[in-house]
């Protein structure tokens, strides 16, 4: 089983539209998630860390269910501008990150 | 600040020859990562080092990758003899590290290497 699974899409939606993506882990005892955000042809850049209680950033959600070892991102409102490969990041608690292939976004006029 | 820095953007080489890539972490950071991405297995770490001190290098591929580190300020991650199976993007991120893996790694532009 990979250490960090997800959809790889694309998730082909309208501007406007409300997005989600999941995200699996395999490692019970990691302790801190991250959505990174990779541009085509670009690095990965931190997008959001995500916490137990569910945090948000402007439109963004992200969520934790540590029973279930998943992770999820919600972007409200989609702009163009949010069409990008999404990284789930997954650390055990050291300095490493473990990345999943990501999920391609694309937003359309 | 100048972000982390590699070099070359794009590499083009045959098969059997020696390539070196380049990376300079942004100042004060203390942790030195080396990533590879392709499309089949997405982004994977191979070496990281802490204090100029190489720390994991279990994802190093096999013998002809290796990875130095002289300085705070420059890392160089060497392909002898290159494959054509090599051929992928590489990445240097540095963070500050604290070894508590909440830490933002910062991401170069990468180094595109296509070995013929």
């Known amino acids: 089983r990979k250490e960090v699974e997800q959809d790889p899409g694309p998730f082909n939606v309208p501007e406007g539209a409300t997005v989600a993506f999941n995200c699996t882990y395999s490692n019970s005892a990691s302790q801190s998630f991250f959505w990174y955000r990779q541009d085509c042809r670009k690095e990965p850049k931190l997008l959001m860390s995500?916490?137990?209680s569910g945090n948000e950033d402007g439109r963004f959600t992200a969520q934790l269910n540590r029973a279930s070892q998943y992770i999820s991102l919600l972007i409200r409102d989609s702009k163009l501008s949010d069409s990008a490969t999404y990284l789930c990041v997954v650390s055990s608690g050291y300095s490493t990150l473990t990345f999943g292939k990501g999920t391609m976004l694309l937003v359309s006029p | 600040d100048a972000g982390v820095i590699q070099s070359p953007r794009h590499e083009v080489t045959e098969m059997g020859q020696e390539v070196t890539l380049r990376c300079k972490p942004i100042?004060?950071?203390?942790?030195l990562f080396w990533y590879r991405q392709t499309m089949m297995r997405g982004l994977e770490l191979l070496i990281y080092?802490?204090?100029?001190?190489?720390?994991?290098d279990s994802g190093m591929p096999e013998d002809r990758f290796s990875a130095k580190m002289p300085n705070a300020s420059f890392s160089t991650l060497k392909i002898q003899p290159s494959e054509p199976r090599d051929s992928a993007v590489y990445f240097c991120?540095?963070?500050?590290?604290?070894?508590?893996?909440?830490?933002?790694?910062?991401f170069g532009p990468g180094t595109r290497l296509l070995v013929l």
């Open positions: 995500v916490y137990s």
């Open positions: 991120a540095s963070s500050d590290g604290g070894g508590r893996g909440r830490e933002t790694q910062y």
């Open positions: 100042s004060g950071h203390d942790y």
């Open positions: 080092f802490n204090n100029n001190v190489p720390i994991d």
